[in-house]
């Protein structure tokens, strides 16, 4: 059974720091890409990051560029979104997509930013 199960959302400071995990199971994880998104109420999906199948190539939103990074251990089968500084525009339910020739989703993970 195909799993992808996102953790480590909660809430948090402005200024604060979460780490978001990616783990999977079902399928090889090694080879398949991997891409965080995050959709805030009210507002279209988007891709926050994206990480090639071996690690070696990185991608981020510009919004997010320099305070995120993303990084995977495929020994472990899980994916990461370190978030560092993060602001109250960062507040939004984040999903963790695994794409190859087939696409899985995880069931997301909700961030709120707040004072």
């Known amino acids: 059974q195909v799993q992808l199960v996102e953790s480590g959302g909660g809430l948090v400071q402005p200024g604060g720091s979460l780490r978001l995990s990616c783990a999977a199971s079902g399928f090889t994880f090694s080879s398949y890409e991997v891409v965080w998104y995050r959709q805030a109420p009210g507002k279209e999906r988007e891709l926050v990051a994206a990480?090639?199948?071996?690690?070696?190539?990185?991608n981020y939103a510009d919004s997010v560029k320099g305070r995120v990074t993303i990084s995977r251990d495929n020994a472990k089968n899980t994916a990461y979104l370190q978030m560092n500084s993060l602001k109250p525009e960062d507040t939004a339910v984040y999903y963790c997509n695994a794409r190859l020739i087939y696409e899985y989703w995880g069931q997301g993970t909700q961030v709120t930013v707040s004072s």
């Open positions: 990480i090639s199948s071996a690690g070696g190539r990185t």
